[in-house]
Structure formats: structure tokens, C-alpha cells
């Protein structure tokens, strides 16, 4: 069984970072080029938005231009794991950040429990 697990969320002021882990068991991630682990996140009320996933082979794609340069994924495939540097973080930027995984371009096929990140002025 396959579980995905978030650490490092919380509570940071506007402008803070915070850098989100996630952690794969069940599943390994180097077991293919095509394996990926992406970052989501959903705020209340709002549909669940895509920030960007990354390839065992660390090729990523970026599916929010708006944090770009903001926001910064990147993996240990050692670990199993992928995180996400969070820096200049603003209000907007509060909700549940949701760990994926998958494989090609398919939605994932795997998720996390989600971390919560509340930014506060």
C-alpha cells in the first residue's frame, strides 16, 4: 500500500518560508524516468490548485507561473522524498499543501493527507 506522508507546515508571517517534506513508502520513486511527485495545494472554498511536480530524473514542470520564483521543488531519491521551498510567502498563499505521485503526464495516482500552511500578516 502506497502512503505518502507531508511534514513542515504551519504558521508563518507574510514574507516567511517554510520548506514542506514529503515522504513516499510503498512506492518508489527512482524506480522509473517516468515517475513523478508533485506538490498541490487547495485554500477553502477553492478548487485544488497545481504548483509543480518533478521527475525522478529532476526534470520539472511548473504548473503555476504566479509562484514561480517563489516556490521551489526538489527531490532525494535516495529518500524517497520531495520538497518544496516556500520563500516571500504572502496571505494568499494559506491552505492545505498536498503531496502527489504518478507517472507520465497522468494526473496522480497517489496522495498525501495534505500539511497545513497558514501565512498571516
Known amino acids: 500500500q502506497v502512503h505518502l506522508v507531508e511534514s513542515g507546515g504551519g504558521s508563518v508571517e507574510t514574507g516567511g518560508s517554510l520548506r514542506l517534506s514529503c515522504e513516499a513508502s510503498?512506492?518508489?520513486?527512482?524506480?522509473?524516468?517516468?515517475?513523478?511527485m508533485a506538490w498541490f495545494r487547495q485554500a477553502p472554498g477553492q478548487a485544488r490548485e497545481g504548483i509543480a511536480r518533478?521527475?525522478?530524473?529532476?526534470?520539472?514542470?511548473t504548473y503555476s507561473q504566479p509562484m514561480n520564483g517563489r516556490f521551489s521543488i526538489s527531490r532525494d531519491i535516495d529518500k524517497n522524498s520531495v520538497y518544496l521551498q516556500m520563500n516571500d510567502l504572502k496571505s494568499d498563499d494559506s491552505a492545505t499543501y498536498f503531496c502527489?505521485?504518478?507517472?507520465?503526464?497522468?494526473?496522480?495516482?497517489?496522495w498525501g493527507q495534505g500539511t497545513q500552511v497558514t501565512v498571516s500578516s
Open positions: 502527489a505521485a504518478g507517472e507520465w503526464d497522468d494526473y496522480p495516482h497517489y
Open positions: 510503498g512506492w518508489n520513486y527512482g524506480a522509473g524516468s517516468a515517475h513523478y
Open positions: 518533478i521527475y525522478s530524473t529532476g526534470r520539472t514542470v
